[in-house]
């Protein structure tokens, strides 16, 4: 589907932005040069188009299995992007049509890794819808890949739902009819395995992540760290202070 004006093209839920006017990727670092990074290939993690939510699910189970995450997933953490218009821009997408990979997805999601307790320099970030290096270092891809706009006035500013990935395992749930249209045809097909039940028996709780309003991000950091490893449905943090909260988390 495309509006009017052809400049928005909408894939099921997802919202990929086609202008004129395109700009070159900026160099970035090659995977050999990313410090922690797993001999994992991104092709060992199981995909599906659309199901960002599920195939980091997945993500954080797979580098838990082989080792190179802790075996519980202590030192992971899930991160919900959107905002309240459900509009948020992303560079270096792999579904994106253009030389710069902007996509405008309702949502998206991604692993953050912290390092400093492996004795590493930069924490990774895991985008398996990214062409990034997989992993990349946070700094790599919050200047590559979110841009921060640094105005939390301007339009399309990005909000972070950001868990702790020992909650999320135990406590997301999805039945999928997000995916589904009014007369239950599927927006994008569905992953092949079973839709994923939370361990108390829910069977959908995803609205519950992607859910954000501005006025409800803390400033208050204890209270940021505090409630990342307590808080269900994890913290909501602006993208102004995104690097400098995973700077605090595991001091």
Same mark, same amino acid.
């Given at each position: 589907?495309?509006?009017?004006?052809?400049?928005?093209?909408? $894939?099921?839920?997802?919202?990929?932005?086609?202008?004129?006017?395109?700009?070159?990727?900026?160099?970035?670092?090659? &995977?050999?040069?990313?410090?922690?990074?797993?001999?994992?290939?991104? +092709?060992?993690?199981?995909?599906?188009?659309?199901?960002?939510?599920?195939?980091?699910?997945?993500?954080?189970?797979?580098?838990?299995?082989?080792?190179?995450?802790?075996?519980?997933?202590?030192?992971?953490?899930?991160?919900?992007?959107?905002?309240?218009?459900?509009?948020?821009?992303?560079?270096?997408? @792999?579904?994106?049509?253009?030389?710069?990979?902007?996509?405008?997805?309702?949502?998206?999601?991604?692993?953050? $890794?912290?390092?400093?307790?492996?004795?590493?320099?930069?924490?990774?970030?895991?985008?398996?819808?990214?062409?990034?290096?997989?992993?990349?270092?946070?700094?790599?891809?919050?200047?590559?890949?979110?841009?921060?706009?640094?105005?939390?006035?301007?339009?399309?500013?990005?909000?972070?739902?950001?868990?702790?990935?020992?909650? +999320?395992?135990?406590? +997301?749930?999805?039945?999928?009819?997000?995916?589904?249209?009014?007369?239950?045809?599927?927006?994008?097909?569905?992953?092949?395995?079973? &839709?994923?039940?939370?361990?108390?028996?829910?069977?959908?709780?995803?609205? @519950?992540?992607?859910?954000?309003?501005?006025?409800?991000?803390?400033?208050?950091?204890?209270?940021?760290?505090?409630?990342?490893?307590?808080?269900?449905?994890?913290?909501?943090?602006?993208?102004?202070?995104?690097?400098?909260?995973?700077?605090?988390?595991?001091?």
């Amino acid at each position: 589907m495309a509006d009017g004006d052809g400049l928005l093209e909408i $894939q099921g839920r997802k919202r990929t932005t086609q202008t004129a006017s395109v700009s070159l990727p900026a160099p970035v670092p090659s &995977p050999s040069m990313v410090p922690g990074a797993s001999s994992l290939d991104i +092709f060992s993690f199981t995909h599906t188009p659309n199901y960002c939510e599920e195939n980091v699910y997945l993500l954080c189970k797979k580098l838990c299995e082989v080792g190179a995450a802790d075996p519980v997933g202590a030192d992971l953490f899930v991160v919900f992007i959107s905002n309240e218009e459900k509009m948020v821009p992303l560079w270096h997408q @792999k579904a994106s049509i253009r030389n710069d990979g902007l996509v405008l997805w309702d949502y998206h999601v991604i692993c953050i $890794q912290p390092q400093s307790r492996r004795g590493k320099v930069f924490d990774l970030v895991w985008d398996l819808d990214s062409s990034l290096p997989f992993p990349s270092p946070i700094n790599v891809y919050f200047s590559e890949a979110i841009q921060p706009m640094y105005s939390p006035n301007l339009v399309n500013s990005r909000l972070f739902r950001v868990v702790h990935a020992p909650l +999320f395992l135990r406590c +997301f749930s999805s039945d999928r009819s997000h995916m589904k249209d009014d007369l239950g045809n599927w927006l994008a097909l569905p992953p092949k395995y079973e &839709p994923i039940t939370s361990e108390d028996g829910t069977k959908n709780n995803l609205d @519950k992540y992607i859910h954000m309003r501005a006025a409800d991000v803390s400033a208050n950091i204890q209270d940021l760290v505090h409630g990342v490893f307590s808080n269900e449905y994890g913290v909501l943090v602006g993208e102004t202070m995104m690097e400098w909260f995973f700077s605090q988390i595991h001091q």
